[in-house]
DNA sequence: CGGCATCCTCTTTGATACTG
DNA sequence: CAGTATCAAAGAGGATGCCG
């Protein structure tokens, strides 16, 4: 099982040949968002995978290092999926592509997409880099039918809470989607305000904001 | 042609559902490091792709807008692949793969990998990182039997320069394999040495030099 | 219920051969 | 040089069954 190898002496070519199955670097994306995870969990998270290939992909990892299966005590009384060290290593990777892949979450607009709210302050906080020193701290509610996340630039790297902040300079309220529009600039301001999204307070702040540079 | 999309409404996995099929991250990496390619150049540099294959890819990729085809004027006489923009902003992606990946590189002794001199400079780039500021200037020199590169870290940022240095600090000489695994922390020096690795100069110089933290 | 294993069909791949 | 064409083998997807 798995596929074959590269057989090339490059790294890019082997951490492919661990990672770059179908669906194993998703599978590395649940257990970084989620925690350590149930295979229930995961096949929830994970929506489409074939039971038999989650499973084959969590014994690939597990062989190759990067998962870790623990018999959890009584409360959970099952085993859980964790990273390891390793595992958790693949993190750059996957920020990059939430990075890379980011203009495209929004282009696809006919195919009714799956969607796990806890995925959604993981895609926000992917175009959110350290602000330039000298940049005001502001804090922007986001409001959305799946939950609501404060982003707050406070110290050098903003972060993504959930919850709702106490004096926010700007909320935005409406879908995920028009949400990641206009934070990844995909959309204009208006064309989100036109597509549903309610814009109350500072929109300015959002000209300061920490994004990305595209 | 193309794999399924995933169909989840994430970044990481809009980005699979575009680069994530095998061979494709591959054939960026080889634009990326070999520049505007002819489509044999790009199957040299792939040894093991099926040619039907790379020419979906490449169709695939231009499709999605990463590669743009161009008609070469007449010293070339033939059509070039080249990254777009949006290609090359996958370079991110590509990094941090190989630099998850390099402690693969070395690990797998049996296989007989295939191996492209220019994949070289790049795998070695992938784990410097910028210096420290205070940091001591230094440089050293990488001879292989598959050519020579000069690491030299004077400003910022190290860089890998093909050729030989003038006084450099330290001279590594060696298979490319023992050079990666002693850079990466796979190897002490002492291994290194035991495999056949020449070592001359100042060896202390690899302890203050810019590697990326493990 | 959680964690698979099996069986089956369909798509993608790999290898080789051939072409404008 | 830059692909197509063909075909066998492997992997993915889906349904269902099993066992603590």
């Given at each position: 099982?798995?596929?074959k190898?590269?057989?090339?002496?490059?790294?890019?070519?082997?951490?492919?040949?661990?990672?770059?199955?179908?669906?194993?670097?998703?599978?590395?994306r649940?257990?970084?968002?989620?925690?350590p995870?149930?295979y229930?969990?995961?096949?929830?998270?994970?929506?489409?995978?074939?039971?038999n290939?989650?499973?084959?992909?969590?014994r690939?990892?597990?062989?190759?290092g990067l998962?870790?299966r623990?018999?959890?005590?009584?409360?959970?009384?099952?085993t859980?999926?964790?990273?390891?060290?390793r595992g958790?290593?693949?993190?750059?990777?996957?920020?990059?592509?939430?990075?890379?892949?980011?203009?495209?979450?929004d282009?696809?607009?006919?195919?009714?997409?799956?969607?796990?709210?806890?995925w959604?302050p993981?895609?926000v906080?992917a175009f959110?880099?350290?602000?330039?020193?000298?940049?005001?701290?502001?804090?922007v509610?986001?409001?959305t039918?799946?939950?609501?996340?404060?982003?707050?630039?406070?110290?050098p790297?903003?972060?993504?809470?959930?919850?709702v902040?106490?004096?926010?300079?700007?909320?935005?309220?409406?879908?995920?989607?028009?949400?990641?529009?206009?934070?990844?600039g995909?959309?204009t301001?208006e064309?989100s305000?036109?597509?549903?999204?309610?814009v109350?307070?500072d929109?300015?702040?959002?000209?300061?904001?920490?994004l990305?540079?595209?």
């Amino acid at each position: 099982m798995g596929v074959k190898s590269y057989g090339q002496f490059c790294s890019v070519a082997k951490a492919l040949d661990i990672v770059g199955d179908r669906w194993t670097l998703l599978v590395l994306r649940e257990l970084l968002v989620q925690g350590p995870c149930r295979y229930t969990d995961l096949a929830h998270g994970l929506p489409g995978i074939a039971s038999n290939l989650l499973s084959d992909r969590l014994r690939m990892l597990e062989d190759a290092g990067l998962v870790r299966r623990e018999a959890a005590p009584p409360p959970v009384a099952t085993t859980l999926f964790h990273l390891t060290e390793r595992g958790r290593a693949t993190e750059p990777v996957i920020a990059a592509l939430a990075r890379w892949g980011i203009s495209y979450v929004d282009s696809v607009p006919g195919v009714e997409d799956e969607f796990r709210p806890y995925w959604f302050p993981h895609s926000v906080s992917a175009f959110l880099h350290d602000r330039p020193p000298g940049t005001d701290p502001a804090t922007v509610q986001l409001i959305t039918p799946i939950g609501s996340w404060a982003i707050e630039v406070v110290g050098p790297t903003p972060e993504v809470r959930e919850g709702v902040a106490d004096a926010p300079d700007l909320v935005l309220e409406g879908h995920p989607r028009l949400i990641i529009g206009l934070l990844s600039g995909s959309s204009t301001l208006e064309e989100s305000v036109d597509g549903g999204l309610s814009v109350r307070g500072d929109a300015a702040v959002l000209g300061s904001f920490p994004l990305i540079p595209t």
